[in-house]
């Protein structure tokens, strides 16, 4: 099965797992005859229940800190455990279906990193004087114009594919020319087809770098910032313009999209109304696009990122052993995970959906998902007051409330409110 085909069905869970088995910050730092990496595996049937299909895991390779600063790409961080470890988590994944993604930072090194003559220097200075990443001293730049630095990338990728990764997300490829990645992933498609390869990319032309760079995908950080930003602002009209962007991508590609990773403010901590957190999961799950869910979101965990010294701390913070602790408003939140996911799994066709809107103002908005004749309706209302949907009056002729905040779902409806604050999902009746 290609990367096209699997990645259709794809819903990530996103772990960072030097702070999820905490490895870091630690002090004194576990070794490798711990095996943390081991504790993710246990995770596995939790992910499983959740509705995930795959496990996106952040650095797992050696590096001094926080996993960003590598300094051995073959190796698995001692703080995790070893090869073996990681060949362990491969086969429990399989033997659950999961797809596994890793974390490639190939950017930036770490200052123990052995190939000094692989670093981008600082025009004519010193030979030690290194260029950095985004003026963090101790990420020192990879020179990408370097041949063997695009030998080093593409047989690191292999080795890990050949292990029984699924695919790649692309640390800070932002930073990167498009033409080094055009140099490295065509190679690395070529041994593995069916792999996938996403970029970390935060603004720009998103369509002109996945051209350029052949990735097959970029992190959507447009939308993420539209959907929290329209929800706290009172503002749709931000979300329809973020959403027009958006289906001008998926005419090339489907993004990776998300309301929560693991260098973000946790969605819950963003929100200012935790009454709008189902909203922004509702948009998640019901536009194009391949979305992740960040291990700890599905039970409304909280977590301020801070521009810092370790300000990514409370947003990576240690997992026990499984079961998470869900109670309380932590049970509410994963159930709607849960079911929002399965209405994702139950329509695939989500995937390459465009939006329409059908109706628009500040604090109200009503839009189509559709990809054929396949469409669901959205209505999304975050007013104090009660939102009407006449589906006759919207070009619709009728339908179904297949779920919603205080809606149970319905055999038919015409005509509906949204309660303030609440949600819809509709599926409309085909018309002749």
Same mark, same amino acid.
């Given at each position: 099965?290609?990367?096209?085909?699997w990645?259709?069905h794809?819903? /990530?869970?996103?772990?960072?797992?030097?702070?999820?088995?905490?490895?870091?910050p630690?002090?004194?730092?576990?070794?490798?005859?711990?095996?943390?990496?081991?504790?993710?595996?246990e995770w596995?049937?939790?992910?499983?229940?959740?509705?995930?299909? *795959?496990?996106?895991?952040?650095?797992?390779?050696a590096?001094?800190?926080?996993?960003?600063?590598t300094?051995?790409?073959?190796r698995i961080?001692? &703080?995790?455990?070893?090869?073996?470890?990681?060949?362990t988590l491969?086969?429990?994944?399989? %033997?659950r279906?999961?797809?596994? =993604?890793?974390?490639g930072?190939?950017?930036?090194?770490?200052v123990?990193?052995?190939?000094?003559?692989?670093?981008?220097?600082? !025009?004519?200075?010193?030979?030690d004087?290194?260029?950095?990443?985004?003026?963090? !001293?101790?990420? &020192?730049?990879?020179?990408h114009?370097?041949p063997e630095v695009?030998?080093?990338?593409?047989?690191?990728?292999?080795?890990?594919?050949e292990?029984?990764?699924?695919?790649w997300?692309?640390?800070?490829?932002?930073?990167?020319?498009d033409?080094? /990645?055009?140099?490295?992933?065509? &190679?690395?498609?070529?041994?593995?087809?069916?792999?996938?390869?996403? *970029?970390?990319v935060?603004?720009?032309?998103?369509?002109?770098? #996945?051209?350029?760079?052949?990735?097959?995908?970029?992190?959507q950080?447009?939308?993420?910032?539209?959907?929290?930003?329209?929800?706290?602002?009172?503002?749709?009209?931000?979300?329809?313009?973020a959403?027009?962007?958006?289906?001008?991508?998926?005419?090339s590609f489907?993004?990776?999209?998300?309301?929560?990773?693991?260098d973000?403010?946790?969605?819950?901590?963003?929100?200012?109304d935790?009454?709008?957190?189902?909203?922004?999961?509702? =948009?998640?799950?019901?536009?194009?696009?391949?979305? %992740?869910?960040?291990a700890?979101?599905?039970? *409304?965990?909280?977590g301020?990122k801070e521009?810092?010294?370790?300000?990514d701390?409370? #947003?990576?913070?240690?997992?026990?052993?499984?079961?998470?602790?869900?109670?309380?408003?932590?049970?509410?939140?994963?159930?709607?995970?849960?079911?929002?996911?399965?209405?994702?799994?139950r329509?695939?066709?989500?995937?390459?959906?465009?939006?329409?809107?059908?109706?628009?103002?500040? &604090?109200?908005?009503i839009?189509?998902?559709?990809?054929? %004749?396949?469409?669901?309706?959205?209505?999304l209302?975050?007013?104090?007051?009660?939102?009407?949907?006449?589906?006759p009056?919207?070009g619709?002729?009728g339908?179904h #409330?297949?779920?919603?905040?205080?809606?149970?779902?319905?055999?038919?409806?015409?005509?509906?409110?949204?309660?303030?604050?609440?949600?819809?999902?509709?599926?409309?009746?085909?018309?002749?």
């Amino acid at each position: 099965m290609s990367a096209g085909e699997w990645i259709q069905h794809a819903i /990530w869970w996103q772990v960072y797992p030097l702070g999820f088995v905490g490895a870091h910050p630690a002090d004194p730092p576990p070794t490798a005859d711990e095996h943390r990496l081991l504790r993710i595996t246990e995770w596995f049937d939790h992910a499983i229940e959740l509705g995930a299909s *795959g496990v996106a895991l952040g650095p797992v390779f050696a590096s001094r800190t926080h996993g960003y600063d590598t300094t051995d790409h073959y190796r698995i961080d001692p &703080r995790l455990g070893d090869g073996s470890d990681f060949d362990t988590l491969i086969a429990e994944a399989r %033997s659950r279906g999961l797809r596994v =993604l890793l974390d490639g930072v190939f950017n930036h090194v770490g200052v123990d990193f052995p190939h000094t003559s692989w670093l981008r220097k600082r !025009g004519r200075g010193s030979a030690d004087d290194f260029d950095t990443f985004e003026g963090h !001293g101790e990420l &020192r730049a990879l020179d990408h114009d370097k041949p063997e630095v695009v030998e080093y990338t593409v047989d690191v990728m292999k080795h890990w594919l050949e292990r029984g990764a699924d695919g790649w997300r692309l640390d800070a490829a932002y930073a990167v020319a498009d033409r080094f /990645w055009a140099q490295v992933l065509p &190679r690395v498609r070529e041994a593995f087809p069916h792999a996938w390869f996403v *970029g970390e990319v935060i603004h720009g032309d998103y369509a002109a770098c #996945v051209g350029d760079s052949s990735f097959d995908s970029v992190t959507q950080y447009e939308l993420w910032k539209a959907i929290w930003s329209s929800l706290n602002d009172g503002n749709f009209h931000e979300l329809d313009w973020a959403l027009l962007r958006h289906n001008e991508f998926l005419e090339s590609f489907a993004p990776l999209t998300f309301v929560g990773n693991h260098d973000v403010t946790r969605i819950a901590s963003r929100v200012d109304d935790i009454r709008h957190l189902g909203h922004a999961l509702v =948009l998640l799950m019901t536009v194009g696009g391949v979305p %992740s869910v960040y291990a700890g979101d599905e039970a *409304g965990y909280r977590g301020v990122k801070e521009e810092r010294f370790g300000g990514d701390d409370a #947003v990576r913070p240690e997992f026990g052993s499984p079961p998470m602790d869900i109670d309380g408003h932590a049970s509410d939140v994963f159930r709607l995970h849960q079911y929002l996911i399965g209405l994702r799994r139950r329509h695939p066709w989500l995937h390459a959906a465009r939006t329409l809107p059908l109706a628009l103002t500040n &604090r109200q908005y009503i839009y189509q998902s559709r990809a054929g %004749s396949e469409t669901l309706v959205v209505a999304l209302n975050i007013d104090d007051k009660p939102l009407r949907v006449a589906l006759p009056e919207l070009g619709l002729g009728g339908g179904h #409330v297949v779920g919603g905040s205080g809606a149970p779902p319905q055999e038919a409806v015409s005509e509906t409110d949204v309660e303030p604050h609440g949600w819809l999902v509709i599926a409309p009746t085909p018309q002749p």
